[in-house]
Protein backbone atom coordinates (compact mmCIF):
# COMPACT_ATOMS: atom_id res chain seq x y z
CA UNK A 1 0.00 0.00 0.00
CA UNK A 2 1.73 3.46 -1.26
CA UNK A 3 2.55 5.50 1.74
CA UNK A 4 -0.10 7.98 0.94
CA UNK A 5 -3.14 6.56 1.19
CA UNK A 6 -5.12 7.05 4.44
CA UNK A 7 -7.73 4.55 5.37
CA UNK A 8 -11.00 5.81 4.94
CA UNK A 9 -13.52 6.23 7.88
CA UNK A 10 -16.06 3.94 8.64
CA UNK A 11 -20.07 3.72 7.61
CA UNK A 12 -21.77 5.85 9.60
CA UNK A 13 -25.17 4.48 10.50
CA UNK A 14 -26.72 6.51 13.34
CA UNK A 15 -30.42 4.21 13.02
CA UNK A 16 -28.09 1.24 14.08
CA UNK A 17 -27.58 3.20 16.99
CA UNK A 18 -31.09 4.44 17.45
CA UNK A 19 -32.36 0.59 16.69
CA UNK A 20 -30.26 -2.22 17.49
CA UNK A 21 -32.63 -4.47 17.19
CA UNK A 22 -33.02 -6.69 13.75
CA UNK A 23 -36.81 -5.69 13.70
CA UNK A 24 -39.00 -2.31 14.94
CA UNK A 25 -40.41 -1.91 18.16
CA UNK A 26 -43.76 -2.55 16.67
CA UNK A 27 -43.00 -5.68 15.06
CA UNK A 28 -41.39 -6.79 18.05
CA UNK A 29 -44.30 -6.12 19.75
CA UNK A 30 -46.79 -7.65 17.75
CA UNK A 31 -44.73 -11.20 17.56
CA UNK A 32 -44.39 -10.89 21.18
CA UNK A 33 -48.25 -10.29 21.89
CA UNK A 34 -49.14 -13.04 19.23
CA UNK A 35 -46.65 -15.66 20.31
CA UNK A 36 -48.16 -15.66 23.66
CA UNK A 37 -51.47 -16.40 22.62
CA UNK A 38 -51.00 -18.76 19.96
CA UNK A 39 -47.76 -21.40 18.92
CA UNK A 40 -45.25 -19.86 16.80
CA UNK A 41 -46.08 -21.34 13.63
CA UNK A 42 -49.70 -20.09 13.55
CA UNK A 43 -48.11 -16.64 14.31
CA UNK A 44 -45.94 -16.40 11.67
CA UNK A 45 -48.74 -17.30 9.13
CA UNK A 46 -51.18 -14.45 10.38
CA UNK A 47 -48.30 -11.70 10.49
CA UNK A 48 -47.14 -12.91 6.89
CA UNK A 49 -50.99 -12.42 5.83
CA UNK A 50 -51.35 -9.20 7.10
CA UNK A 51 -47.27 -7.74 6.27
CA UNK A 52 -46.03 -6.87 3.42
CA UNK A 53 -42.57 -8.49 4.62
CA UNK A 54 -44.34 -11.44 5.76
CA UNK A 55 -42.34 -13.96 3.77
CA UNK A 56 -39.14 -13.33 5.27
CA UNK A 57 -40.73 -14.40 8.93
CA UNK A 58 -40.47 -18.03 10.16
CA UNK A 59 -41.71 -19.77 13.58
CA UNK A 60 -37.80 -19.65 14.50
CA UNK A 61 -37.87 -16.42 13.77
CA UNK A 62 -40.63 -15.65 15.83
CA UNK A 63 -40.07 -17.86 18.50
CA UNK A 64 -36.34 -15.80 18.91
CA UNK A 65 -37.65 -12.34 19.07
CA UNK A 66 -40.34 -13.54 21.47
CA UNK A 67 -37.91 -15.27 24.10
CA UNK A 68 -35.86 -11.80 23.62
CA UNK A 69 -37.85 -10.03 25.02
CA UNK A 70 -39.01 -11.93 27.49
CA UNK A 71 -35.29 -11.96 28.53
CA UNK A 72 -35.07 -8.31 28.60
CA UNK A 73 -38.25 -8.68 31.42
CA UNK A 74 -36.50 -10.90 33.29
CA UNK A 75 -33.20 -8.94 33.33
CA UNK A 76 -35.36 -5.65 34.62
CA UNK A 77 -36.74 -7.67 37.56
CA UNK A 78 -34.86 -7.04 41.02
CA UNK A 79 -33.84 -9.49 43.54
CA UNK A 80 -34.80 -11.51 45.12
CA UNK A 81 -34.95 -11.26 49.10
CA UNK A 82 -36.64 -13.26 52.30
CA UNK A 83 -38.62 -11.01 53.23
CA UNK A 84 -40.27 -7.76 51.42
CA UNK A 85 -42.32 -6.36 54.09
CA UNK A 86 -40.77 -2.98 54.97
CA UNK A 87 -41.36 -0.25 57.49
CA UNK A 88 -43.10 -0.19 60.18
CA UNK A 89 -46.37 -0.47 61.73
CA UNK A 90 -46.62 3.52 62.24
CA UNK A 91 -45.54 3.81 58.62
CA UNK A 92 -47.87 1.67 56.98
CA UNK A 93 -50.56 3.48 59.28
CA UNK A 94 -49.65 6.63 58.42
CA UNK A 95 -51.62 8.00 55.04
CA UNK A 96 -54.66 7.52 53.51
CA UNK A 97 -57.02 4.80 53.97
CA UNK A 98 -56.22 1.44 52.54
CA UNK A 99 -57.97 0.26 49.32
CA UNK A 100 -60.51 -2.77 49.77
CA UNK A 101 -59.04 -6.28 50.38
CA UNK A 102 -57.45 -8.69 48.26
CA UNK A 103 -57.22 -12.13 47.30
CA UNK A 104 -54.51 -13.97 45.88
CA UNK A 105 -54.91 -17.19 44.66
CA UNK A 106 -52.10 -19.50 43.78
CA UNK A 107 -52.56 -23.03 41.85
CA UNK A 108 -49.94 -24.97 39.65
CA UNK A 109 -50.22 -27.05 36.27
CA UNK A 110 -48.03 -29.55 34.63
CA UNK A 111 -46.38 -29.20 31.15
CA UNK A 112 -44.81 -32.18 29.23
CA UNK A 113 -40.86 -32.27 29.46
CA UNK A 114 -38.63 -31.94 26.93
CA UNK A 115 -35.29 -33.20 29.18
CA UNK A 116 -37.46 -35.57 30.59
CA UNK A 117 -39.77 -37.40 28.71
CA UNK A 118 -42.67 -38.54 29.27
CA UNK A 119 -42.63 -36.43 33.38
CA UNK A 120 -44.09 -33.26 33.53
CA UNK A 121 -42.77 -30.11 35.18
CA UNK A 122 -44.70 -27.90 37.16
CA UNK A 123 -45.72 -24.26 36.90
CA UNK A 124 -47.05 -22.44 39.46
CA UNK A 125 -50.03 -20.07 38.44
CA UNK A 126 -51.68 -17.34 40.47
CA UNK A 127 -54.19 -14.07 40.53
CA UNK A 128 -54.64 -11.45 42.49
CA UNK A 129 -58.17 -10.01 42.67
CA UNK A 130 -59.20 -6.99 44.36
CA UNK A 131 -62.62 -7.65 46.55
CA UNK A 132 -65.16 -5.20 45.21
CA UNK A 133 -66.47 -2.29 46.91
CA UNK A 134 -69.48 -1.24 48.97
CA UNK A 135 -70.88 -0.22 45.69
CA UNK A 136 -69.93 -3.44 43.81
CA UNK A 137 -67.53 -2.42 41.65
CA UNK A 138 -63.67 -3.37 41.23
CA UNK A 139 -61.64 -0.39 41.86
CA UNK A 140 -58.32 -1.88 40.49
CA UNK A 141 -57.81 -4.77 37.54
CA UNK A 142 -57.60 -8.00 37.86
CA UNK A 143 -53.47 -9.38 38.06
CA UNK A 144 -51.70 -12.92 37.26
CA UNK A 145 -48.67 -14.01 37.34
CA UNK A 146 -46.31 -17.38 37.08
CA UNK A 147 -43.12 -18.90 36.81
CA UNK A 148 -41.43 -22.59 36.64
CA UNK A 149 -40.92 -24.61 40.09
CA UNK A 150 -37.15 -24.94 40.11
CA UNK A 151 -35.98 -22.82 36.84
CA UNK A 152 -37.30 -19.16 38.46
CA UNK A 153 -34.93 -18.18 41.60
CA UNK A 154 -36.92 -14.99 41.95
CA UNK A 155 -40.80 -15.71 42.97
CA UNK A 156 -40.96 -14.01 45.72
CA UNK A 157 -39.80 -10.97 43.67
CA UNK A 158 -42.09 -11.40 41.22
CA UNK A 159 -45.13 -11.63 43.06
CA UNK A 160 -43.95 -8.49 45.18
CA UNK A 161 -43.39 -6.32 41.89
CA UNK A 162 -47.44 -7.26 40.93
CA UNK A 163 -48.87 -6.36 44.02
CA UNK A 164 -46.82 -2.97 43.77
CA UNK A 165 -48.09 -2.64 40.16
CA UNK A 166 -51.74 -3.20 41.21
CA UNK A 167 -51.37 -0.92 44.64
CA UNK A 168 -51.46 -3.24 47.07
CA UNK A 169 -49.06 -1.42 49.65
CA UNK A 170 -48.17 -2.43 53.07
CA UNK A 171 -50.74 -1.59 55.25
CA UNK A 172 -53.59 -3.54 52.91
CA UNK A 173 -55.24 -6.66 53.72
CA UNK A 174 -54.18 -9.42 51.61
CA UNK A 175 -55.42 -13.41 51.56
CA UNK A 176 -53.48 -15.84 50.22
CA UNK A 177 -55.05 -19.02 49.29
CA UNK A 178 -53.12 -22.25 47.94
CA UNK A 179 -52.90 -25.75 48.35
CA UNK A 180 -50.38 -26.04 50.94
CA UNK A 181 -47.57 -27.40 49.13
CA UNK A 182 -44.18 -26.25 50.41
CA UNK A 183 -42.65 -24.01 47.10
CA UNK A 184 -46.18 -22.52 47.65
CA UNK A 185 -45.94 -21.89 51.58
CA UNK A 186 -42.19 -20.54 51.01
CA UNK A 187 -44.06 -18.07 48.13
CA UNK A 188 -46.00 -16.36 50.37
CA UNK A 189 -44.57 -15.94 53.67
CA UNK A 190 -43.15 -12.58 54.85
CA UNK A 191 -45.01 -11.19 51.79
CA UNK A 192 -47.10 -8.29 53.75
CA UNK A 193 -47.70 -7.56 57.07
CA UNK A 194 -51.84 -7.45 57.33
CA UNK A 195 -51.95 -11.13 55.34
CA UNK A 196 -54.05 -13.51 56.01
CA UNK A 197 -52.86 -17.44 54.63
CA UNK A 198 -55.43 -19.92 54.04
CA UNK A 199 -55.47 -23.65 52.99
CA UNK A 200 -58.02 -24.66 49.69
CA UNK A 201 -60.30 -26.44 51.41
CA UNK A 202 -61.39 -28.42 48.23
CA UNK A 203 -57.86 -29.59 48.32
CA UNK A 204 -58.99 -30.83 51.92
CA UNK A 205 -62.35 -32.28 50.74
CA UNK A 206 -60.61 -33.97 47.99
CA UNK A 207 -58.46 -35.96 50.28
CA UNK A 208 -61.00 -36.95 52.42
CA UNK A 209 -63.06 -38.00 50.18
CA UNK A 210 -60.51 -40.15 48.35
CA UNK A 211 -59.79 -41.78 51.90
CA UNK A 212 -63.58 -42.74 51.98
CA UNK A 213 -63.44 -44.46 48.68
CA UNK A 214 -60.69 -46.47 49.61
CA UNK A 215 -62.36 -47.39 52.81
CA UNK A 216 -65.30 -48.60 51.15
CA UNK A 217 -63.23 -50.97 49.60
CA UNK A 218 -61.82 -52.72 52.40
CA UNK A 219 -62.02 -56.67 52.02
CA UNK A 220 -62.04 -59.41 55.33
CA UNK A 221 -61.85 -58.90 58.28
CA UNK A 222 -61.40 -55.43 57.96
CA UNK A 223 -64.82 -55.62 56.41
CA UNK A 224 -66.94 -54.56 59.67
CA UNK A 225 -64.98 -51.79 60.65
CA UNK A 226 -65.22 -50.21 56.63
CA UNK A 227 -68.75 -48.44 57.67
CA UNK A 228 -67.11 -46.39 61.21
CA UNK A 229 -63.81 -45.76 59.05
CA UNK A 230 -66.27 -43.91 56.39
CA UNK A 231 -68.22 -42.03 59.52
CA UNK A 232 -65.08 -41.33 61.35
CA UNK A 233 -63.32 -39.74 58.01
CA UNK A 234 -67.26 -37.77 57.60
CA UNK A 235 -66.56 -36.12 61.11
CA UNK A 236 -63.02 -35.26 60.31
CA UNK A 237 -64.02 -33.06 57.00
CA UNK A 238 -66.95 -31.68 59.55
CA UNK A 239 -64.18 -30.91 62.06
CA UNK A 240 -61.80 -29.40 59.13
CA UNK A 241 -64.48 -26.99 57.71
CA UNK A 242 -65.18 -25.49 60.95
CA UNK A 243 -61.16 -24.66 62.16
CA UNK A 244 -60.77 -27.38 64.73
CA UNK A 245 -58.00 -29.10 63.19
CA UNK A 246 -56.57 -30.58 66.79
CA UNK A 247 -60.03 -32.82 66.65
CA UNK A 248 -59.34 -33.84 63.15
CA UNK A 249 -55.54 -34.74 63.86
CA UNK A 250 -57.12 -37.10 67.16
CA UNK A 251 -59.49 -38.81 64.65
CA UNK A 252 -57.28 -39.67 61.81
CA UNK A 253 -55.42 -41.06 64.56
CA UNK A 254 -58.04 -42.76 65.29
CA UNK A 255 -59.06 -44.67 61.98
CA UNK A 256 -55.59 -45.74 61.85
CA UNK A 257 -55.54 -47.50 64.84
CA UNK A 258 -58.76 -48.94 64.44
CA UNK A 259 -57.34 -50.02 60.96
CA UNK A 260 -54.18 -52.27 62.71
CA UNK A 261 -56.46 -53.44 65.52
CA UNK A 262 -58.88 -54.70 62.90
CA UNK A 263 -56.18 -56.84 61.56
CA UNK A 264 -53.51 -57.70 64.22
CA UNK A 265 -53.75 -56.01 67.78
CA UNK A 266 -50.38 -57.16 67.60
CA UNK A 267 -48.81 -54.88 63.91
CA UNK A 268 -47.95 -51.82 64.94
CA UNK A 269 -44.14 -51.53 64.55
CA UNK A 270 -43.87 -52.44 60.20
CA UNK A 271 -48.05 -52.61 59.01
CA UNK A 272 -46.73 -51.77 55.56
CA UNK A 273 -44.81 -54.97 55.30
CA UNK A 274 -46.85 -57.47 57.59
CA UNK A 275 -48.13 -59.70 55.27
CA UNK A 276 -51.25 -59.64 57.61
CA UNK A 277 -52.57 -56.38 56.27
CA UNK A 278 -54.04 -56.06 52.86
CA UNK A 279 -52.71 -54.18 50.31
CA UNK A 280 -56.05 -52.35 50.74
CA UNK A 281 -55.35 -51.30 53.74
CA UNK A 282 -51.39 -50.71 53.58
CA UNK A 283 -52.95 -47.84 50.85
CA UNK A 284 -55.58 -46.45 53.47
CA UNK A 285 -52.84 -46.42 55.86
CA UNK A 286 -50.43 -44.40 53.74
CA UNK A 287 -53.02 -41.98 52.93
CA UNK A 288 -54.02 -41.64 56.44
CA UNK A 289 -50.68 -40.81 57.35
CA UNK A 290 -49.68 -38.35 54.45
CA UNK A 291 -52.85 -36.58 55.20
CA UNK A 292 -51.95 -36.19 58.75
CA UNK A 293 -48.87 -34.78 57.80
CA UNK A 294 -50.46 -32.66 55.64
CA UNK A 295 -52.66 -31.03 58.04
CA UNK A 296 -50.28 -30.69 60.98
CA UNK A 297 -48.17 -28.94 58.19
CA UNK A 298 -50.60 -26.14 57.56
CA UNK A 299 -52.42 -26.20 60.79
CA UNK A 300 -51.68 -22.21 61.05
CA UNK A 301 -53.21 -21.74 57.56
CA UNK A 302 -56.66 -23.71 58.54
CA UNK A 303 -59.52 -21.14 59.55
CA UNK A 304 -62.90 -21.74 60.04
CA UNK A 305 -64.23 -22.33 56.54
CA UNK A 306 -68.04 -22.08 57.63
CA UNK A 307 -67.63 -18.50 59.38
CA UNK A 308 -65.69 -17.44 56.04
CA UNK A 309 -68.62 -18.94 54.12
CA UNK A 310 -71.13 -16.63 55.91
CA UNK A 311 -69.00 -14.06 55.72
CA UNK A 312 -68.81 -14.17 51.55
CA UNK A 313 -65.17 -15.07 51.77
CA UNK A 314 -63.65 -17.37 49.23
CA UNK A 315 -62.62 -20.87 50.90
CA UNK A 316 -60.82 -22.24 48.04
CA UNK A 317 -58.86 -21.56 45.04
CA UNK A 318 -61.50 -22.25 42.26
CA UNK A 319 -61.02 -18.82 41.12
CA UNK A 320 -57.90 -19.43 39.93
CA UNK A 321 -58.44 -22.78 38.27
CA UNK A 322 -59.95 -20.76 35.08
CA UNK A 323 -56.23 -19.11 35.15
CA UNK A 324 -54.42 -22.09 34.80
CA UNK A 325 -56.50 -22.91 32.05
CA UNK A 326 -55.64 -19.67 30.68
CA UNK A 327 -52.06 -19.02 31.34
CA UNK A 328 -50.93 -22.68 31.39
CA UNK A 329 -52.97 -25.36 29.67
CA UNK A 330 -54.45 -23.30 26.27
CA UNK A 331 -50.73 -22.34 25.43
CA UNK A 332 -49.00 -25.56 26.34
CA UNK A 333 -51.08 -28.50 26.77
CA UNK A 334 -54.38 -28.50 24.71
CA UNK A 335 -54.64 -29.45 21.78
CA UNK A 336 -50.55 -29.79 20.92
CA UNK A 337 -48.50 -32.86 21.88
CA UNK A 338 -45.53 -30.81 22.49
CA UNK A 339 -42.86 -30.81 25.14
CA UNK A 340 -41.34 -28.10 26.31
CA UNK A 341 -38.08 -26.84 27.83
CA UNK A 342 -38.33 -25.11 31.35
CA UNK A 343 -36.88 -21.93 30.23
CA UNK A 344 -39.11 -21.94 27.06
CA UNK A 345 -42.11 -21.95 29.19
CA UNK A 346 -41.08 -19.95 31.84
CA UNK A 347 -40.25 -17.06 29.86
CA UNK A 348 -42.84 -17.34 27.43
CA UNK A 349 -45.42 -17.70 30.69
CA UNK A 350 -44.60 -13.94 31.50
CA UNK A 351 -45.41 -12.30 28.22
CA UNK A 352 -48.75 -14.42 28.22
CA UNK A 353 -49.73 -12.78 31.67
CA UNK A 354 -48.86 -9.42 30.60
CA UNK A 355 -50.67 -9.90 27.85
CA UNK A 356 -53.59 -11.15 29.64
CA UNK A 357 -53.55 -8.67 31.98
CA UNK A 358 -53.08 -5.72 29.22
CA UNK A 359 -49.62 -4.50 30.05
CA UNK A 360 -47.33 -5.71 27.89
CA UNK A 361 -47.78 -2.45 25.84
CA UNK A 362 -46.77 -0.51 28.51
CA UNK A 363 -43.43 -1.97 28.67
CA UNK A 364 -42.95 -1.27 25.07
CA UNK A 365 -44.00 2.64 25.24
CA UNK A 366 -41.56 2.65 28.56
CA UNK A 367 -38.80 1.27 26.15
CA UNK A 368 -39.69 3.61 23.76
CA UNK A 369 -39.37 6.80 26.34
CA UNK A 370 -36.16 5.49 27.48
CA UNK A 371 -35.02 4.99 23.80
CA UNK A 372 -36.29 8.93 23.21
CA UNK A 373 -34.64 10.31 26.10
CA UNK A 374 -31.40 8.05 25.40
Known sequence: MPSTCKPTAGIAAPIVAALPERVT??????????????????????????????????ATTIRQDTLRVA???????????????????????????????????IDGGYVRSWYDRPNNFEVIVGKSVVDPGEDGEISEPTRRFGF????????????????????????????????GGRNVRNLQWDMRPNAEHVLDYFHIAMR??????????????SETDKDVAVATLERVRHFLWHGNWRRALDLI???????????????TDEPMS?????????????????????????????????????????????????????????????????????????LLVQLRVRTLDGTLANDFQRWRDERKAA
Open 25 to 58: PDLLELEARWASLASYGITAERLADVLPIGDAIN
Open 71 to 105: ERLEAELGTERRCFIEGCEADWTDGPLPGPPVTVG
Open 148 to 179: VVGHDDRPRRRLHELLLEQGVGMDREITFMSD
Open 208 to 221: VTVMQQIARGLPPP
Open 253 to 267: GDVETRMLGATDPDV
Open 274 to 346: HPQVSPQARNLLKHLREFESYISANASMIPNYGERRRYGEAVSTAFVESTVNQVVAKRFAKKQQMQWTPRGVH
